[in-house]
């Protein structure tokens, strides 16, 4: 698996799914979430709409991935995650690398094989973009080795579940040199 930087917009990325950085409710919201229903149209919000009418009636838990369409987006899916808003007096640390893992899954099971991930809760939910970038690429490169385990005892089920590239979307310049550090302290 081939983890890549950009800095863009996420809405724009050809990869078969996008990661939101949701907010629970799953019905739209500010930053990515926000640009993802706007630009996707229609078909995503009512999807999560019916998501919260059967399977998510109090809303997505928090470390917590769904699918839906992609709707107008360039992308097959949407893979929504509600990341932690971040705390000076609880580690939350571990949901916010739960929401990168449960993505992942969620992507696994689509049989992905390009996903473009935003910096979850790094922006209006307050996290410090170093850590955030941090705990980003570790799980991303952790649940990558997992993955690659994984594929070599089940061979024959290769060509349709390997996800190729995980490729961070990071919208300004400060935020993708942080990834890009990171990235770099992690070996990659």
């Not at 863009?8 to 629970?24: F, L, S, W």
């Not at 979430?33 to 996707?40: E, L, N, Q, V």
């Not at 838990?61 to 699918?67: D, N, Q, S």
């Not at 594929?151 to 349709?160: G, P, Q």
Request: aromatic fraction near 4%; charge should be negative; include cysteine.
């Amino acid at each position: 698996m081939r983890i890549t930087l950009v800095q863009g917009d996420i809405t724009e990325q050809r990869v078969d799914a996008v990661v939101n950085a949701a907010n629970p409710s799953l019905l739209g919201g500010g930053g990515v979430d926000g640009a993802i229903h706007r630009r996707g149209g229609p078909a995503i919000l009512a999807e999560c709409r019916r998501l919260r009418a059967t399977r998510y009636p109090d809303g997505l838990p928090v470390g917590r991935a769904v699918a839906t369409t992609a709707g107008e987006l360039p992308a097959r899916w949407v893979i929504h995650t509600a990341g932690p808003v971040h705390s000076t007096r609880e580690d939350r640390s571990a949901l916010l690398a739960s929401c990168y893992r449960e993505a992942l899954r969620v992507a696994g099971e689509l049989g992905a094989a390009t996903v473009a991930l935003p910096a979850v809760s790094a922006g209006i939910y307050g996290w410090p973009v170093d850590d955030a970038a941090r705990i980003a690429v570790s799980t991303v490169r952790a649940a990558g080795a997992e993955l690659e385990t994984a594929l070599e005892t089940a061979l024959e089920t290769v060509a349709e579940t390997a996800l190729e590239e995980v490729r961070f979307v990071l919208f300004t310049a400060d935020v993708h040199a942080a990834f890009a550090r990171a990235l770099k302290d992690a070996g990659g």
